[in-house]
């Protein structure tokens, strides 16, 4: 079966651009999840979705990022206007269901903010 | 609010000796936990993860965690180190009964010399 796809693998733009990351999720997964983690940390969750509907976006800055999953499949991540501390990589990850079972993450995207 | 410690941010060891990763939470109740890889340039992998029952789990990889309620660890273990295994490892706790997103440890980066 195929993984969670990312695209771009690599982004490097100014600071105050915007920009926007793709996730397409394992097929049949109903929860998507978008995580940020900068260097030298680990993973922290942005926003999670249950199909369509967000679940939990209590982390994302909506003063700036954005994301949607308007059909319930893949899901776009965007940051308007970028920040130099935005800098990291994007994780996205997918589950069959939102219980606690495996998240299987895609490659990431690693943004760097000049 | 719960937190994961790996204490160590750098391991080296030598290939074919064994390994252990420490991992501490901090959360009252019993959670789920987790322990993933990521090689450079990747997404994480889960090596293998507690909810229930026996406290030794095993996982992919020849890696074993044993959870120890009292010490509130989930140390990773691995008895012979490739050096394959080189990458970084974090560990993850996530509520039982909630939302069960992981909250991830800094993580801890496994060097192994040949």
């Known amino acids: 079966e195929a993984g969670v796809a990312q695209s771009p693998r690599y982004k490097i733009i100014e600071k105050r651009q915007s920009v926007a990351f793709w996730c397409n999720p394992i097929s049949g997964h109903a929860t998507l999840y978008w995580y940020q983690q900068i260097l030298g940390q680990g993973p922290k969750l942005l926003i999670q979705?249950?199909?369509?509907?967000?679940?939990?976006d209590s982390q994302l800055p909506k003063d700036r990022f954005s994301a949607e999953r308007l059909k319930g499949v893949d899901s776009t991540l965007k940051i308007q206007p970028a920040k130099l501390e935005d800098s990291a990589v994007y994780l996205c990850a997918s589950s069959r269901t939102s219980s606690p079972e495996t998240q299987y993450f895609g490659p990431g995207t690693r943004l760097l903010v000049l | 609010a719960q937190s994961v410690t790996q204490p160590d941010i750098h391991i080296t060891v030598s290939e074919g000796a064994s390994l252990e990763l420490r991992c501490n939470y901090s959360?009252?109740?019993?959670?789920?936990l987790f322990w993933y890889v990521q090689s450079p340039g990747q997404g994480l992998q889960l090596l293998l993860k507690?909810?229930?029952?026996?406290?030794l789990v095993q996982g992919i990889k020849g890696f074993e965690a044993e959870f120890k309620r009292s010490q509130s660890s989930f140390n990773l273990r691995k008895p012979s180190v490739h050096w394959s295994d080189a990458a970084e490892y974090f560990c993850?706790?996530?509520?039982?009964?909630?939302?069960?997103?992981?909250?991830f440890g800094r993580g801890t980066s496994l060097i192994v010399h040949p």
């Open positions: 959360y009252g109740a019993t959670p789920y």
């Open positions: 979705f249950q199909n369509n509907g967000v679940v939990d």
């Open positions: 993850a706790v996530a509520l039982s009964g909630g939302s069960y997103i992981p909250t």
């Open positions: 507690y909810f229930s029952g026996d406290t």
